[in-house]
């Protein structure tokens, strides 16, 4: 079997057996290469096939290399992500070493020769990306990819010109989800709801993420339609623990925006406090003030207060074991936390209720074309 041709939904391997098929399948692709240097789809699968044996940097330079055989949307699209997903390698000085030690073999020679570090590429991308758009792209990922760095600059309304004209081409989860995100960034929650449903459904194996999910039904809890937003967060809950997804207080939040502070206590409850930051606990005490539930929140807060206050004693006693940070300023921090669990007790018992900011994620995936692990098409070379 080609590994192109794996069935990556049920290709179940060991970390190494994967690498050692990838591996066999470049050696494959490198003798044909040889033969047919100016063979662009076979050099991009060549790349693809180098980054499921996670050798980055020569997959980088057949991308490039088949850019610049070949300067179609295609080769300059899958550049262009590359750069924006991994950035571009800069060859680093081998350390100068007094003896070197002798008989090498080839394999170790040339990865002293040939260190490599990686810095960010999001300018060439974007660069590329715009010559790319110049031409006219009739597939939606390269629309995706530029409303998706226009977003990442926070530029929502250049970037809902992007992601119309992809979900003119192929409405995906992706686009629709990012327009969703666009419109809720710009306050208008009422068309921002439409495009999140329409991404959740849209939800397939090739992204399982319920965010959307999350997004459509804070957007409904925040325009007063509670009874959609209950339903949504139900559906949630039961999809989160199947698929052991961690949304449990994601979920709960739409309860706190209608105000059903029991079933926000149900879930909030479930939480293990030693992992979760104090941030979370203000609407979790306003919740249980408003239920008349002073003695959990009592309870709850001694139990933090003296875990931090054992934390301090012990990084300032065992100052060793505090390799990776100062004591002295943990210890500070910590004492700011606890301040700030006395602070919440004080304003939850006057009735300030705490406001939650929820802020969607960006949704993206693979957009390579020719990725066989994705099943993405290869457009260009296809004609």
Known sequence: MNFEEIDFTEYETKYEEHIKLANDYVNKLEKQITKEPNNTKLRNNLAISLMEANRYEEA???????????PNIQSLFN????????????????????????????EEEIEEEEEYSWEIADDEAFELLEKIIKLNPQ???????????????????????????????TPSLENLHNLGMCYYKKGMIETAVDYFGKAHALRTERNLTLWPMLCYGVCLAKLGRKEEAKAVAKEMLILSIKEEQEFQSDIAEIYYFIDDYEEFVNEYSKLDWVFYSVEYLPPYFYSL?????????????????????????????????CDDFDPVEYAAETREEIAFVRKTIQDVSAGIRPTVRFEPYLETTCYFYGCFRHNNPNLNYER
């Open 139 to 169: 597939h939606y990922f390269p629309y995706n990819l530029m409303a998706e760095m226009y977003m990442k600059k926070e530029e929502y309304e250049v970037a809902i010109t992007f992601l119309e004209r992809a979900v003119g081409h």
């Open 79 to 106: 550049l262009a992500f590359f750069y924006s997903t991994e950035g571009k390698p800069i060859t680093v000085e081998p350390a100068v070493e007094e003896e070197k030690p002798k008989n090498k073999n080839s």
């Open 60 to 70: 980088f330079f057949h991308f490039e290399e088949a850019a610049k055989r070949d």
């Open 289 to 321: 003030w408003k239920l008349g539930h002073t003695e959990e929140i009592e309870k709850l807060a001694a139990k933090i207060i003296e875990n931090k206050e054992k934390e301090i004693e012990e990084v300032l006693n065992d100052p060793e074991e």
